[in-house]
């Protein structure tokens, strides 16, 4: 290797390696057999900067506290100080900091990456990866960002001007500094102003990054016809729907009333009740009342804030938001108790065995635009770890449903793709009703009886994966685009060693079981 790195200093008495968890010692044993090279190569050899620690010991209190369900980087660099497995491990007095775990988990993809890639050949040789049946779903994550913190885009660019001004009003400061006495500035320290600096910088990308994901946001909704005017428009068609129904039932009643009449007037009374006048009718009431909400959420969207640009014209295009201390994050629908999470949503596709082939973030607020990026990147690992068995089945649930998805004629490497058209408990009990023309190949590969006895297996492979993965903590750790997907890649590749080591050391059974 060639490389120093901060190992083992001390020797551990032997009665104080027998307190240790076992599991650890196995760990150890597994992180010697992957590829670290990703880590080592992201490490600066230029000389600046302190010695690294070893990635595979950094590798293994990454892992071994996942394990524990203990992700938070500070409680982890707590661990690495107390508990008896991680000092055996080090056996040095000075561990990792939370900054270096952070650091570690969040900036290092290309090694986290790499590590997955050899794991899938691990498991690819322990025969626990079969990719003839795959199964993907979503779950969403909440990250570490202030739901008050999000803006429009033309907010986010106030801000950013206000930003670069006090950028230019410090850097000023800073040469004024440089080119005068520098006794007192010395003696007062120079690091607050050079830290300063490194902050705004930070925010200013961050700012950057939101006034895009707004804008790119804004973008996606008008195309969709959302927005003031689309909101007009969908409101213009409710009420013009309401109008003309209500104007059909009006008809059709006063006739009855004038029928009944002249029948009266004849001499010859039908039998029954008088038929009502419209304006006493129930149905008609009930029309009504719908006509005169659609009227004023109509009215509302006509004045609400932002539709209107002061002249009585309204302004097209959403006011789509984005966080400035998240910008990729999004407002998405929660999971069990939680109705709403400001996070992202995790994508996973799983094999028979519960082995996670790839897991991405995905920008989308919905499951269905991550499905097809993801078979992509499962192809790429499957390739990268040699593992030459061609594709069978890829199952999904109703969230992935969609003509993108069902217009694609093989899923990316190969495979035939089994989509739900619809709800869960239909597509698993009961076959399907009326469906569009869109979706009629893909029903027609479910309602066989092959398709459906596969279907079936798809909750079981994918479901509790994710009671594993999220059982103590659904949120993510780090921020930004590059760390968060760094930090999936961690989590996947810590729940991989674990499956892994459990199917090639399972416990020992009961006699008579």
Same mark, same amino acid.
């Given at each position: 290797?060639?490389?120093?790195?901060?190992?083992?200093?001390?020797?551990?008495?032997? $009665?104080?390696? !027998?307190?240790?968890?076992?599991?650890?010692?196995? =760990?150890?044993?597994? @992180? *010697?057999?992957? /590829? #670290? &090279?990703?880590?080592?190569?992201?490490?600066?050899?230029?000389?600046?900067g302190?010695?690294?620690?070893?990635?595979r010991?950094?590798?293994?209190?990454?892992?071994?506290?996942?394990?524990?369900?203990?992700?938070?980087?500070?409680?982890m660099?707590?661990?690495?100080?107390?508990?008896?497995?991680?000092?055996?491990?080090?056996?040095?007095?000075?561990?990792?900091?939370?900054?270096?775990?952070?650091?570690?988990?969040?900036?290092?993809? $290309?090694?986290? !990456?790499?590590?997955?890639?050899?794991?899938?050949? =691990?498991?690819?040789? @322990? *025969?626990?990866v /079969? #990719? &003839?049946?795959?199964?993907?779903?979503?779950t969403?994550?909440?990250?570490?960002?202030?739901?008050?913190?999000?803006?429009?885009?033309?907010?986010?660019?106030?801000?950013?001007?206000?930003?670069?001004?006090?950028?230019?009003?410090?850097?000023?400061?800073?040469?004024?500094?440089?080119?005068?006495?520098?006794?007192?500035?010395?003696?007062?320290?120079?690091?607050?102003?050079?830290?300063?600096?490194?902050l705004?910088?930070?925010?200013?990308?961050?700012?950057?990054?939101?006034?895009?994901?707004?804008?790119?946001?804004?973008?996606?909704?008008?195309?969709?016809?959302?927005?003031?005017?689309?909101s007009?428009?969908?409101?213009?068609?409710?009420?013009?729907?309401?109008?003309?129904?209500?104007?059909?039932?009006?008809?059709?009643?006063?006739?009855a009333?004038?029928v009944?009449?002249?029948?009266?007037?004849?001499?010859?009374?039908?039998?029954?009740?008088?038929?009502?006048?419209?304006?006493?009718?129930?149905?008609?009431?009930?029309?009504?009342?719908?006509?005169h909400?659609?009227?004023?959420?109509?009215?509302?969207?006509?004045?609400?804030?932002?539709?209107?640009?002061g002249?009585?014209?309204?302004?097209?295009?959403?006011?789509?938001?984005?966080?400035?201390?998240?910008?990729?994050?999004?407002?998405?629908?929660?999971?069990?108790?939680?109705?709403?999470?400001?996070?992202?949503?995790?994508?996973?596709?799983v094999?028979?065995?519960?082995?996670?082939?790839?897991?991405?973030?995905?920008?989308?607020?919905?499951?269905?635009?991550?499905?097809?990026?993801?078979?992509?990147?499962?192809?790429?690992?499957?390739?990268?770890?040699?593992?030459?068995?061609?594709?069978?089945?890829?199952?999904?649930?109703?969230?992935?449903a969609?003509?993108?998805?069902?217009?694609?004629?093989?899923?990316?490497?190969?495979?035939?793709?089994?989509v739900?058209?619809?709800?869960?408990?239909?597509?698993?009990?009961?076959?399907?009703?009326?469906?569009?023309?869109?979706?009629?190949?893909?029903?027609?590969?479910?309602?066989?009886?092959?398709?459906?006895?596969?279907?079936?297996?798809?909750?079981?492979?994918?479901?509790?994966?994710?009671?594993?993965?999220?059982?103590?903590?659904?949120?993510?750790?780090?921020?930004?685009?590059?760390?968060?997907?760094?930090?999936?890649?961690?989590?996947?590749?810590?729940?991989?060693?674990?499956?892994?080591?459990?199917?090639?050391?399972?416990?020992?059974?009961r006699?008579?079981?």
């Amino acid at each position: 290797m060639g490389r120093p790195f901060r190992g083992p200093e001390l020797v551990v008495p032997s $009665l104080v390696v !027998q307190w240790a968890d076992p599991e650890i010692f196995r =760990l150890v044993d597994l @992180a *010697g057999r992957v /590829d #670290v &090279s990703g880590f080592e190569e992201s490490y600066r050899g230029d000389g600046v900067g302190g010695v690294p620690y070893d990635p595979r010991l950094m590798l293994v209190t990454v892992w071994w506290c996942f394990q524990q369900q203990i992700r938070s980087p500070q409680v982890m660099a707590r661990q690495c100080r107390e508990q008896v497995s991680l000092r055996v491990v080090w056996q040095r007095a000075r561990v990792p900091s939370a900054a270096a775990l952070r650091r570690f988990i969040g900036g290092r993809r $290309l090694g986290w !990456q790499r590590v997955a890639v050899s794991l899938l050949a =691990l498991g690819e040789q @322990a *025969g626990v990866v /079969d #990719v &003839s049946l795959t199964a993907t779903d979503s779950t969403p994550v909440a990250a570490p960002a202030a739901l008050s913190k999000t803006r429009t885009a033309p907010q986010i660019t106030v801000m950013i001007a206000e930003v670069e001004h006090e950028l230019c009003v410090l850097r000023d400061q800073i040469s004024a500094l440089a080119d005068a006495d520098v006794t007192g500035f010395v003696e007062a320290g120079c690091g607050p102003l050079h830290r300063a600096e490194q902050l705004l910088l930070i925010r200013l990308a961050r700012l950057h990054t939101a006034e895009d994901r707004a804008r790119q946001r804004g973008t996606e909704l008008a195309e969709r016809g959302e927005g003031p005017l689309g909101s007009l428009r969908r409101w213009q068609a409710r009420v013009d729907k309401h109008q003309t129904e209500l104007d059909a039932m009006i008809e059709v009643q006063q006739h009855a009333v004038n029928v009944y009449n002249d029948k009266v007037a004849a001499g010859r009374k039908p039998r029954g009740p008088a038929p009502r006048p419209p304006e006493q009718h129930p149905g008609i009431r009930s029309k009504t009342q719908a006509l005169h909400r659609a009227q004023a959420r109509l009215a509302a969207a006509q004045t609400t804030d932002g539709g209107d640009d002061g002249a009585g014209k309204v302004r097209d295009g959403p006011r789509a938001r984005a966080n400035i201390t998240d910008p990729d994050s999004r407002i998405l629908k929660g999971k069990n108790t939680v109705r709403w999470v400001f996070g992202r949503l995790l994508t996973i596709t799983v094999v028979t065995s519960q082995f996670i082939l790839a897991g991405l973030l995905s920008p989308a607020g919905n499951d269905h635009p991550g499905l097809l990026p993801n078979l992509h990147a499962t192809t790429v690992n499957c390739h990268d770890a040699g593992i030459t068995q061609p594709f069978g089945h890829h199952l999904a649930d109703t969230g992935f449903a969609c003509n993108e998805v069902f217009t694609t004629p093989t899923a990316p490497g190969g495979g035939t793709l089994l989509v739900a058209v619809t709800n869960e408990h239909d597509q698993t009990r009961h076959p399907p009703g009326t469906i569009t023309e869109a979706r009629h190949q893909m029903a027609t590969r479910l309602t066989t009886d092959e398709g459906h006895a596969l279907y079936l297996r798809r909750s079981p492979m994918v479901e509790p994966v994710f009671a594993h993965l999220l059982r103590l903590d659904r949120h993510l750790h780090t921020r930004g685009d590059t760390a968060q997907h760094s930090e999936t890649l961690a989590i996947i590749t810590a729940y991989n060693a674990s499956k892994y080591l459990h199917t090639r050391h399972k416990p020992p059974t009961r006699p008579g079981t």
